[in-house]
């Protein structure tokens, strides 16, 4: 299998663990599985990095000038690469945070995950980005979830979108998640779909951590 | 109540989700349930700050010459404060991660760790955290737990430490944490601690997590 590129979206406003569940679960997984295998990239069938909107000079090895993108709560995060120059993303994850609000009018960011998602073999979000799928066209007649509190804002951004309740995640070609916690279930399933259960289990476990139904 | 400064350690190979669960938790905490009170800081009864041992020229409002940790997975971070310039830490949070082993012999880090515990009113860790308090000579005599690869080395880093298996945490005087993603379920016990079991339940809520036993 070759490894494949997980582009995690940054921007101002973004929820801590809406970015950083997925990003340990995909950065975290090995095909050998124990704790030994972690110590390098070897096995891993991901590389992971974040993408931001902000104008970043240089690529992964150059990271003068990268501005820093501010999580909620206040965490610096500062990406790997911008839109203009990011690699190939094979699966674009899109976390949410009260920062998707102002997006939902950004053209740079609704074209962005437009064209990333078109050339993405997966497209996935966490809590609150499933609103910026939907803005961007992509929910579009699919069944789909979000955060608890944003179920019915989210069929308002689409046509006949789907909104489904109580579930941690829904796959319908895009894979939306639940709220913040839940894009670690949904990140553990998109490795299941990609690498097999066995894999997705290890990694559950290398992380102490019980998948939620 | 008066908000507590929670410092949350980080330094190069530190865990992602190890300190993202904590600073999730801390951070999203709100006095005033839902999530309308979570838009601004108003009723938060934490402060949530990340401290490096990494020079870092000034406060937390100047951060020109920051120095950025890497965390594991290649996550760069941008620390708030660092060893010598922190206020007055309330909640030590001390997280793992593979970075944790070469630190067991940085004497910096480890007199940071005790003088900061010293003065903290609740002092707990994730993962290999534990193995940095037990280095510092914190859980000599105690009952504390950490991620399930590491239970038997943690035993070796102490004087009579009673290391506990199969705990989600474990609070003895310090509250130590197991692997990973009980980081989560540890801070939510800190916030039931310190606000009472309905402001963690509607944290647990905000945040579409379901607390593991």
Known sequence: MDRLNVGILLFDGVEVLDFCGPFEVFSRTRLEPGTASRQSDESAP???FTVAREKVEGTFDKDDDVVPVTATGGLRVLPDTAFENTPVIDILVVPGG?????LLNDRLTLDFIRWASGRARITCSVCTGSLLL??????DCRRATTHWSSLDLLATLGKNIKVQKNRRFVDDGLVTSAGVSAGIDMSLY???RLCGSKIASDTARYMDYRQMP
């Not at 009260?98 to 102002?102: E, L």
């Not at 939907?134 to 929910?139: D, E, M, P, T, W």
Request: charged share 25%.
């Open 134 to 139: 939907a803005k961007a066209g992509l929910l």
């Open 98 to 102: 009260v920062g998707t609000r102002s």
């Open 46 to 48: 991901f590389r992971v």
């Open 190 to 192: 998109v490795v299941e």
